[in-house]
């Protein structure tokens, strides 16, 4: 057998691996290693995929579950580390293969919207989906999207741990739409701003954003915060996002920032406006009613590959962000920003606070009133607004996003360990 450990891996290679031992474990064995794609050492992933594999038939399967991932696929969760693959490998490893998942991205079986939908209908039985396009088919999910309810990363980090996640976020989606919420990345929505700004000013100020075509998703709250602010948004599947700002059909588009290298944006976007006005999160779930299928032990196993995943989220995404993407002022040297010269443009305090006054509930509430109502109602009467309000502004929010302390959130009561 010819030594294939240090030839770089061809496609045939990969198709070959990919025939022996699956892809969700040649998958997961690209993620162990520190190379990505094709550059992969051919031996080095033949050796980490069977080992994978090996481990994920140590006992008789048990459960067969289908991972609808849109187009959460390598190599861009290297980019954008959403926990997805760390959490099958964890499960998997946790109970022994007697959980398996099959992993399904790239778009090749549902994109976000759909993927939403298949999970809530039992189609399918864990996906991954921006929480913003999530709320079209669980508009539950539109707590998140309230107007400069979020101060920090580490705000929404603070949530997902929180005790009281349970009653304002967790329990409602298995009320209404069927939905085990399991973990989410965090970061902040802006605006990423086209070539017609490359020589421009700094976009700094929320005037300088008015009358803008920005593509938006299918956050329902976040259009209210834009048009309060003064932009046009303009509904753009994902997929089509890049093409309408080549052509000039948009101004720019909302995201979160690992996105533009997530989606290799570079060639399209001149400057990445911080203006931070709603979370952005790539979330996981699981259909509730399969959840519930399981034996109590392996739902165990479950939570807790979801606190780890959540854990690994948390830390990995923050320096990535950094080191990868490049949101710091200048970008560091070899991330995707210092790279492809896009500027990020932090908007002070005191313009935050102008928005802040335009489009937050707390200034300026009857935009929201049909939503907030709508909500509550969901959440058994409580105000959601409120109750995030106070959780998002704890002054133990106020560190760092890294340095939130991870808790078990399903095993607390607020204030005290159960």
Not at 153 to 175: D, G, N, Q, T, W
Not at 183 to 194: C, D, N, P, V, Y
Not at 394 to 414: L, S, T
């Amino acid at each position: 057998m010819a030594d294939h450990s240090t030839s770089p891996l061809s496609r045939r290679q990969f198709a070959s691996l990919v025939g022996r031992f699956g892809l969700t474990s040649v998958a997961m064995g690209l993620a162990a290693l520190p190379k990505i794609g094709y550059s992969a050492e051919a031996g080095a992933l033949e050796a980490t995929s069977a080992s994978i594999y090996k481990k994920r038939l140590a006992k008789p399967i048990r459960h067969q579950l289908r991972f609808g991932a849109a187009h959460f696929t390598r190599p861009g969760l290297e980019i954008l580390p959403n926990g997805s693959l760390n959490f099958i490998a964890d499960l998997e490893e946790r109970t022994d293969g007697e959980i398996r998942v099959e992993y399904i991205g790239g778009n090749q079986l549902c994109r976000e919207l759909a993927c939403t939908k298949m999970c809530i209908n039992g189609e399918i039985d864990i996906f991954s989906a921006s929480t913003q396009n999530a709320s079209a088919g669980a508009p539950y999910f539109n707590i998140f999207d309230f107007a400069y309810m979020w101060p920090s990363r580490a705000a929404v980090y603070h949530f997902l741990y929180h005790p009281k996640s349970e009653v304002l976020l967790r329990e409602p989606l298995r009320k209404y739409h069927g939905l085990q919420m399991l973990f989410s990345h965090a970061e902040l929505r802006s605006f990423m701003m086209g070539l017609k700004y490359k020589d421009a000013d700094p976009l700094d100020t929320v005037a300088s954003l008015k009358g803008a075509k920005v593509r938006v998703t299918g956050t329902q709250l976040g259009r209210i915060t834009m048009k309060l602010l003064g932009l046009k948004p303009v509904p753009v599947a994902w997929s089509d996002t890049l093409r309408a700002m080549q052509v000039g059909a948009l101004d720019g588009a909302e995201t979160w920032s690992s996105a533009v290298p997530y989606g290799n944006w570079g060639d399209v976007v001149a400057q990445d406006v911080h203006s931070n006005f709603i979370a952005g999160n790539a979330m996981t779930a699981m259909n509730q009613a399969r959840f519930q299928s399981l034996e109590p032990r392996l739902q165990d196993a479950v939570m807790e590959s979801a606190f780890l995943s959540q854990i690994n989220v948390q830390k990995t995404s923050e320096a990535k962000l950094l080191s990868v993407t490049g949101i710091s002022d200048p970008p560091l040297p070899g991330s995707y920003y210092a790279e492809r010269r896009i500027r990020n443009v932090f908007w002070s305090d005191a313009e935050i606070e102008k928005a802040r006054q335009l489009s937050s509930p707390r200034h300026n509430p009857q935009p929201w009133e049909n939503w907030r109502q709508r909500l509550n109602h969901m959440a058994g009467g409580v105000d959601v607004y409120e109750e995030l309000y106070s959780i998002a502004n704890d002054p133990i929010a106020n560190v760092e996003a890294v340095d939130i302390e991870p808790r078990r959130w399903w095993k607390q009561v607020y204030g005290e360990s159960v």
